[in-house]
Structures are given as C-alpha cells and as structure tokens.
C-alpha cells in the first residue's frame, strides 16, 4: 500500500474515533462546548436524538431519555469508636520486708481484703524487743542523772556543762529508744494500701530478705484501661467523656466508665493515641490483667449517600446527574466514602433528591428526562408566585 493510501486510512480511522467519542462518551458534547466546536454538538445531536427517539430500553417518548433514579439519602460517619485495651488496677504494690529474718506469722490468705496498716506477715524479733528493753533503761538512767545535776546546778555544785551534757544524753537515749522501737515495729509486714490480697508465694518459716515479695495487693475498686485511638479521633476525646468497656471474655457485661487522662502525642509509628479510661468496679467483677472493648460515641459527620451507580467520572473528576424539575443537572461530588450499599459524597445534595443511576449515556445537561415508573405522572408545573 502506498504512503498516501496509508495517511487517507490513518485519517478516516481517526475520524471515525471522534466521531463516536463524541457521540458517545459521557460529557463529550461539554468538552466540545467548552473548546468552541459548537459545530460538532449541532452535529452529533440529531443522532442522539434519533438515537433516542428509535424506541428501545432508553426511550421515554417525545424525544425525551428513559433513566432510573434512586433518592439520595443521608449516613454519618466516625460518629463511634471501638477499641481494645488492657485493664489494670487502680493501685497495685508488691509487699517487701524492710529487713531480713525468719517468717514466725502469717496473718492472711489469698484473696483477703485488708487496709492501710493491716499486718500481713510478722518476723522474728527477740533481738528487737532486746534492744527496745535496753534503750527504755538506758533512757531511765539518762532522766535519773538530768535530775541530780539539776539538784547539784541549784546548790551551784555542778556547772552549766554538766548540765548541758546531762541533758543532750536524755536526749539521745531517748532517740535510741525511738530507732529501736522503729526496728521492732517494722519486723511486723503491713499493707500499705487497701485492696485484695494475691497468692502468697512464701509460708511461714521461710527465711526472706528485703527483696523478696512476700505478698501482692490490687485495689481494683476502680479499673484502669489504657487503649489506643486512631488519630483522627484526637480532637474529639476529652478528659471526663462517657464510654462503655465490655470484657472480650463477657461480651454481654457492659460497664460505664470515664476518660481519665489523654496523652499529649500521637504515636509516629502507629498514627494512634493513647487514651486512659477509668471504669468504676464497686462489685468487684472486673480484674486486673482482663482485655476490653472500649466504646466511645460522637457526634460524627454526616454525608449525603447515593447509589454506587449514580457517580460518574469525567475529565474533571467525580460527578452525578441529578433531576431537578424534570430536567438533568450536573452536580460535581468529592467521594468520602465507599460501602457496599451506597457511596458517601461531598455534594449540595439533599436528602429526598432524585439522581441518575441507570440511562446516564443518554444524558445531558439540562436535559428533559423521563424516569422510570413514571411515564404516565404531568409535570408539576412551577409556582410562579
């Protein structure tokens, strides 16, 4: 084939393909408007229209398009929060002796409730009580002597010195009594918090130290749960906003809590938040350690839904045709979302109004249109006044 036969055949094929982009392709005949080619509109129209008028699937009769349309409805989003996290006591501390010695008493067992000050567990301390006795005398002897220096200070018989030192020696031995008492007092092992006993790990007899842990004490009147939120939701979560936490082992038992503490950074590697909720325990049903779906609500924000049918893409982007007085309208729209029944946009649509799901090849701006299942209804004709 020679070169000119090959441009002739290049041309034509070319032609054609614009021929039926413009016939064709949705919003063509806007593209064509907008660079001046209002010639090739006039031209493809007729078509259309004839097109349109041949009967058919998309025929409304009177030259006028057959579409099926479905109401725009309205849904919310990020208006609820779920989230798991780990519970933990209010207060939880691990009992250590103050001092070594052979256990001689244990005065509770696991699961007692005791309070500040409660003695869990005693120590051998004939060597304390020694030592307290010793120092009661050597205070008794300390007062004894003050007095006869102050009898001799009265007659000028002992000087201001004696007296001096006659006192700073009561002085002393009565803070030896009261460092000897202390030691004593400590060879008792007392809760320092109130709250619930754990499983003793030592039996009386056994020989500890001041590192090992002789009992653990949960006050779990109050549970603490610590759970992460994704960042979008860091401006809405404030301290003292209501939730709800349901333990993952009783998905049934609901407890009502309070935001106790938010953190003051988003986590770089997560992009979460981490948020503390405090969940009131006041019939002791909750335990430390157990997970927690943690609810929150918000106020959300909501969007106008439409048909996954009904979004159109063009040259421009994302767009609907909505039927406003009989007639096709072209509404821009800015996708949110995407479910499985509707798809969620950003778009001066209300709710109740009609769009363009099926028949939408066949539709121009501002164009009369018929919809389906109404071919036989008048046309509300405007209100003038």
């Given amino acids: 084939m020679s070169w000119w036969k090959?441009?002739?055949?290049?041309?034509?094929?070319l032609a054609a393909a614009a021929v039926a982009w413009a016939m064709f392709f949705p919003g063509a005949q806007q593209v064509l408007a907008r660079w001046g080619m209002d010639w090739a509109v006039a031209a493809t129209a007729p078509d259309k229209a004839e097109r349109r008028n041949g009967g058919g699937a998309n025929s409304g009769g009177a030259g006028q398009p057959m579409v099926v349309t479905a109401a725009v409805t309205t849904e919310t989003i990020n208006d609820r929060l779920s989230a798991l996290g780990t519970?933990?006591?209010?207060?939880?501390?691990?009992?250590?002796?103050?001092?070594t010695g052979r256990l001689t008493e244990i005065s509770v067992t696991s699961g007692t409730r005791v309070d500040v000050g409660t003695v869990i567990a005693?120590?051998?301390?004939?060597t304390e009580e020694i030592a307290v006795d010793r120092a009661k005398i050597a205070l008794e002897d300390a007062k004894a002597a003050l007095e006869r220096v102050n009898a001799l200070r009265s007659t000028n018989t002992a000087?201001?010195?004696?007296?001096?030192?006659?006192?700073?020696?009561?002085?002393?031995a009565e803070l030896d009594l009261r460092d000897r008492e202390l030691a004593l007092e400590r060879r008792a092992i007392v809760a320092p918090i109130a709250g619930i006993v754990g499983i003793l790990p030592i039996n009386a007899g056994n020989y500890i130290t001041t590192d090992t842990a002789v009992a653990t004490i949960d006050d779990r009147s109050t549970i603490i749960v610590d759970f992460w939120v994704p960042e979008r939701f860091a401006d809405q979560i404030r301290v003292g906003a209501p939730l709800t936490a349901s333990p993952i082992a009783h998905a049934a038992?609901?407890?009502?809590?309070?935001?106790?503490?938010?953190?003051?950074?988003?986590?770089?590697a997560s992009r979460t938040l981490r948020v503390r909720a405090d969940i009131p325990n006041g019939e002791d049903r909750l335990r430390a350690g157990m997970s927690f779906e943690v609810t929150m609500k918000f106020p959300g924000d909501t969007y106008p839904a439409v048909n996954p049918l009904a979004v159109q893409w063009g040259s421009e982007g994302a767009f609907i045709w909505s039927i406003v007085d009989g007639r096709a309208k072209r509404v821009p729209v800015r996708v949110i979302q995407r479910n499985t029944d509707t798809v969620l946009v950003d778009a001066p649509l209300a709710s109740g109004e009609l769009v363009v799901t099926e028949g939408v090849q066949s539709v121009s701006e501002?164009?009369?249109?018929?919809?389906?299942?109404?071919?036989n209804e008048q046309p509300v004709e405007a209100d003038g006044s």
Avoid: C, H, M, W
Avoid at 366 to 375: D, L
């Fill in 6 to 13: 090959q441009v002739a055949l290049s041309i034509v094929v």
């Fill in 87 to 99: 519970g933990r006591a209010k207060s939880s501390v691990v009992v250590k002796p103050y001092s």
């Fill in 122 to 126: 005693r120590l051998d301390s004939d």
């Fill in 159 to 172: 000087t201001a010195v004696q007296l001096k030192q006659a006192q700073l020696a009561e002085q002393n």
């Fill in 253 to 268: 038992s609901i407890f009502e809590g309070t935001v106790s503490a938010v953190d003051n950074r988003i986590d770089e």
């Fill in 366 to 375: 501002g164009s009369e249109v018929k919809i389906a299942g109404r071919e």
